[in-house]
């Protein structure tokens, strides 16, 4: 059975930087692959993804302070966080797809303190 397990979200200060992974079990590859973010009451917001030649996109809130990356095996991918606002505090969720197969991760919260 494939699951995806996030990890690395936390508590830190504004300014601060975290960084998350997302460990792929089981058999399959994170030939594309997201994270999205989610506070209570809004929907699911891509923050990042990175498709399977490389090619990455950012939401305009974190362009520049946050890297999307995965390991050259497909099974584990990152979010590096950077200068972290309090406005980034959310449950972050990692997905993945290969394919046509999609898996979501159940989240790691974030949260960041003024």
């Known amino acids: 059975q494939v699951q995806l397990v996030e990890s690395g979200g936390g508590s830190v200060q504004a300014g601060g930087s975290l960084r998350l992974s997302c460990v792929v079990s089981?058999?399959?590859?994170?030939?594309?692959m997201a994270w999205h973010r989610q506070t209570p009451g809004t929907q699911r917001e891509l923050v990042a993804d990175?498709?399977?030649?490389?090619?990455?996109t950012y939401a305009d809130s974190v362009k520049g302070r946050f890297t999307i990356s995965r390991d050259s095996a497909k099974t584990t991918g990152y979010l590096e966080m950077n200068s972290l606002k309090p406005e980034d505090t959310a449950v972050y969720y990692c997905?993945?797809?290969?394919?046509?197969?999609?898996?979501w991760g159940k989240g790691t919260l974030v949260t960041v303190s003024s």
């Open positions: 997905q993945g797809r290969s394919n046509g197969i999609e898996y």
């Open positions: 089981g058999s399959f590859s994170l030939d594309y």
């Open positions: 990175l498709h399977t030649y490389g090619y990455t």
